[in-house]
């Protein structure tokens, strides 16, 4: 079973742009994490936030969490052509085992 | 390996048939992990392993699922008796094996059942 949901389900920007991407999910948490999909393969790790974390930084890429509100939010600064891809959240719940729980992704499509 | 290796990366197979799916870790990684993934749909957890047990097998939807990592490395996913309905790209990623860390995917077997 997935454990969140993405909003929106489908982004469109123009090159340059900054994209937002929001994640929530059901259960109390260890760590949320967002990974990135290409083609509909492998996904690629791009950034994991504990939850006793706020905000972390990576590159371009800004990740908030609330766990208050059981919700993440990913942010892709001054995005480019290539940043064109499927972002999913995923979290590692608090029942001690390590398994990811996937949300439903946002197609982000980045035109240059 | 420098990255997780999943063969084959591509599989056709007739309803009704069984179907092996391999999957080779990262060096070192102790957890391992079974996705699927349908068209347009995140990635659905089928079963983790932590060393050679399978520490979680709460997502394999039935008993034609089954999966092994006899070493502590190279995992099987078998499925018996294949169902059109089983056709997805199956995701295959491992880990440190402590909460903290990233997952190292996979590729992926794209199967299609006809």
């Known amino acids: 079973s997935q454990q969140g949901e993405e909003d929106p389900q489908a982004l469109s920007i123009q090159e340059g742009e900054n994209a937002t991407m929001n994640c929530s999910y059901k259960t109390s948490i260890n760590n949320l994490q967002w990974y990135r999909q290409n083609s509909g393969r492998g996904l690629v790790h791009l950034i994991l936030?504990?939850?006793?974390?706020r905000e972390k930084h990576s590159g371009r890429l800004r990740v908030t969490l609330d766990t208050s509100k059981k919700s993440s939010s990913l942010l892709i600064t001054a995005s480019r052509a290539a940043d064109t891809a499927s972002y999913f959240c995923a979290t590692v719940n608090q029942t001690g085992a390590n398994n990811l729980f996937f949300g439903t992704g946002t197609r982000l499509t980045v035109i240059p | 390996g420098a990255g997780v290796s999943q063969t084959p990366s591509n599989k056709v197979t007739e309803k009704g048939k069984y179907v092996e799916l391999r999957c080779d870790p990262i060096?070192?990684?102790?957890?391992l992990y079974w996705y699927r993934q349908s068209l347009g749909q995140g990635p659905e957890f089928l079963i983790y392993f932590q060393g050679t047990g399978a520490a979680d097998d709460s997502g394999l939807p039935n008993d034609r699922f089954f999966a092994v990592r006899p070493e502590g490395s190279v995992s099987t996913l078998k499925i018996q008796r294949t169902e059109r309905g089983d056709s997805a790209v199956y995701l295959c990623a491992s880990s440190l094996g402590t909460s903290g860390h990233g997952y190292t995917f996979g590729s992926g077997t794209r199967l299609t059942v006809v």
């Open positions: 936030i504990r939850s006793n974390e």
């Open positions: 060096s070192g990684h102790t957890a």
